[in-house]
């Protein structure tokens, strides 16, 4: 397995976790700009090596949406920009765990746009992809990942977590979360893995595999604020290269003294720590120009964790399961 000699070049643009249609309250942007619109731009951005036509395909690696049920004006968004990236390069898109009720009821039947909702092996013609969609249970994406494979792929796609991804504060381990995948789930020969899911960008080497995740391309929480954001340009041929291509991404800034408020810069998305929460600097950091993330008043305590989780979790596992049993 692995790309055959005489593959002819092939460049690809993969770009993963860009969550259209978040909705996050920000005060103090001008005209009504919203963080979605942020996502939007920075979507749109990384697609424009596409647009010009400067790439020869198109992967998304999921969480193409930031929720399941997108609103609608994220749908139409959505549509256009993959519709005008289409007419030029083909261009997959898979579904990650964000995207659970799956991609292809959302976006328009092209002939080049192609949602794999389900475990697929894509022909371009001499390029052969695996892609397993995002699913709750290693062990069912091992399986897929076995039966897409199984002719022989150059580069499988995914949106999962891997053994030894790293995200701040956590690093993925096998047999920790039930949907993070190792060594062990990863088919003999699969070579390069074009991965979502993880936010921060990095490259892991999981058995005899690259997997190369460029992260989300912008911010989708406070957390991200110290990352880099973008996609990722794939080169293969006789050789399997990749870079990282950096979006600019608008400036998260969390604010807790007074020498925080003097850093901050027009347009930066601002978060005053709640020890330090008054009128007086909320009106300081809108005077330097800051947006504030979240509501008016005193900051609230974090939200508890829903109690619904494992009943949703159980309900999205399930509803996985049938897209990933073949029709009879
Ligand atoms: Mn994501």
Known sequence: MGLPRHCTAM???????????IERLVRGAPGGWSRADDLRQAAATALGP???????LVLHTGDLFNRSQPPPWAVADAAALLLAVARRVPVVVIPGNHDRRGLARHLPRSRRLIACDAPTRLVFGELALGVVPFVGRAEIWAEAARNVTARGVDLLLAHQAFDGAVVPGRVFRVGQEQDTVGC???????????????????????????????????????VERGQTKGYAVWELGRRVTWRFVDLPGRRMVVVSSEAGIKEVRRGDLCWIAPAFWTPEVERAVSRCG?????PAGPRPAPRAQRERRPERERRVIERQLDLFTPAP
């Open 290 to 294: 800051g947006w504030l993330l979240g």
């Open 11 to 21: 460049r690809i643009l993969h770009l993963s976790d860009t969550h259209l249609g």
């Open 50 to 56: 596409a647009l010009r036509g400067e790439v020869d």
């Open 184 to 222: 062990r789930h990863l088919p003999a020969g699969v070579q390069y893995v074009a991965c979502g899911h993880i936010h921060p960008r990095q490259v892991l080497q999981v058995g005899a595999a690259a997997v190369v995740q460029p992260g989300s391309t912008e911010r989708t929480s406070l």
